[in-house]
């Protein structure tokens, strides 16, 4: 089974690409898009988020909201900003964010692998969210947003890109956000068949981020009885990729006084005061704030032990330790994907943020994580097992723009 193939990019025509790039339809409210688009008639939120060209009030799913967006891909492309390669190929995508760099490169993903679990997922989607990427694929006629796909360490494929990345980019912007993107087509036959055996030659790929745009992929493909349907990619290096925190904040303390909750915790946490923000060195180890101070919290060794010999991957995340020895038997909170009492805060914000949001009063308190490790992500996937909602948060994103893929 041939898990990649090349295809024929709509992208930003030579000079275009700051008028084009957007960050991810999910990363940004309506509001905040429709501030990002002010006087930009070519950013990609304009059939991103087509929303923000009509009224606000309106309903994010009506289906004028997709109209408009493929009336916006559309006047785009009219206009030459856009323009869809005449080769098929694959695209060197370099992500560079502070001192951290990612080489990957833009492909269509096999659908058929998908299925068959060669492309393998961590986390379950919501109809909601499916229901809006089939609309919005199935309206402007192309997947517009790249599913982030991690591939083990392999250093021949790392040595091809950067072959390939050897010479002045198409694109080469540096977004609001200071994450800079490059881009470079690889079209010469040769190199292109070298890329597509060394990936087939995986065992896997891992799905990243972008769980709902591959299961709507799925879905537009058996809607069109395509038997070798693929979906929008970015492949990038286990190795390279970054896992930020996600952090879990509570609005109140399930009726328990400040005292209480450190004696509870404390059955189960050595708790040591701090005079700074705590940011876990580990997993076990968890930063928390409560009543105006910060603390550190290590797992008492024979929890830690216990856990650790699970055969259950989920089981060492520090999501889940933090949510089996603290939010469910002292919170009471057992459903984080529908219980309005818990909110999660992506480690991009900070720990500053944690600490806003308690000191505020908006949040009674305030957990910091160690970040999911990528082996973990792997592993629970090679598992076929599921992780906890909101388990990790990657950073630098993708741009939206970059590259489309076209369903003819």
Known sequence: MTLIKPFRALRPALGRGAEVLAPPYDVLSSAEARERAKGKPWSFLHVSKAEIDLDPAIDLHDPAVYATASENLRRIIDAGVLVRDETPGYYVYRLTWRDRVETGFAAVASLRAYAENRIRKHELTTPVKEDDRVRQIEAVGAQTGPVMLAYPETPAIDALLARAAAGKPDIDVTADDGVRHELWPIQDETTVAELTRAVDALPALYI???????????????????????????????????????????????????????????????IEPSDKPVRPSRPEEVGMVLG?????LSLRPEIDAEAARSADPVARLPVTLLARNVIEPIFGVTDPRRDKRIEFVGGGRGLEELERLVSSGKMAVAFALHPTEMRDLMAVADAGAIMPPKSTWFEPKLADGMVSHMLD
């Open 292 to 296: 105006g101070h910060w603390l550190r």
């Open 208 to 270: 990243a981020d972008g769980h709902h745009r591959s299961a709507a992929a799925l879905r537009v493909a058996k809607a069109r009885a395509e038997k070798n349907g693929s979906f929008l990619a970015v492949l990038l290096p286990q190795q390279q990729m970054t896992i930020l925190d996600y952090n879990r904040v509570l609005r109140d303390l399930n009726g328990l006084t400040p005292d209480e909750v450190l004696r509870e915790i404390g059955r189960r946490y050595t």
